[in-house]
């Protein structure tokens, strides 16, 4: 069974920081890309970054590059979404999904790319 499960929300101050992971099991983590998609209350879902199976791709929302980073650890089967300088606009829950291959197609990517998805963590940027 597909598994992901998200961790590392909560509430920070503006301009803060927070490590969101997403913990993988019952596939084979290092043979397919990833995503980190976000949705605010009352928006569409709205994509953040993706990472190739390999880590050696990455890609990022205008809104997010160069405050945000995503990383892999295919050992550990583990997604990371490095988010520094937050803002009261990246308050949102993040959702982590899998690709169903191992291949980036389009940036930004379609919702059918993905099969699973986790069940989100909760951000609240505010001071």
């Known amino acids: 069974e597909v598994q992901l499960v998200e961790s590392g929300g909560g509430l920070v101050q503006p301009g803060g920081s927070l490590r969101l992971a997403c913990v993988a099991s019952?596939?084979?983590?290092?043979?397919?890309?990833m995503s980190w998609v976000r949705q605010a209350p009352g928006k569409r879902l709205e994509w953040v970054s993706t990472?190739?199976?390999?880590?050696?791709?990455?890609n990022y929302a205008d809104s997010v590059k160069g405050r945000f980073s995503i990383s892999r650890d295919n050992a550990e089967k583990t997604l990371y979404l490095q988010m520094n300088s937050l803002k009261p606009e990246d308050t949102a829950v993040y959702y982590c999904?899998?690709?169903?291959?191992?291949?980036?197609?389009?940036?930004?990517?379609?919702?059918?790319?993905?099969?699973?998805w986790g069940q989100g963590t909760q951000v609240t940027v505010s001071s």
């Open positions: 999904a899998k690709y169903k291959s191992g291949v980036v197609v389009s940036i930004p990517p379609s919702a059918l790319e993905y099969d699973y």
């Open positions: 990472i190739n199976s390999g880590g050696g791709s990455r």
């Open positions: 019952g596939f084979s983590f290092s043979s397919y890309a």
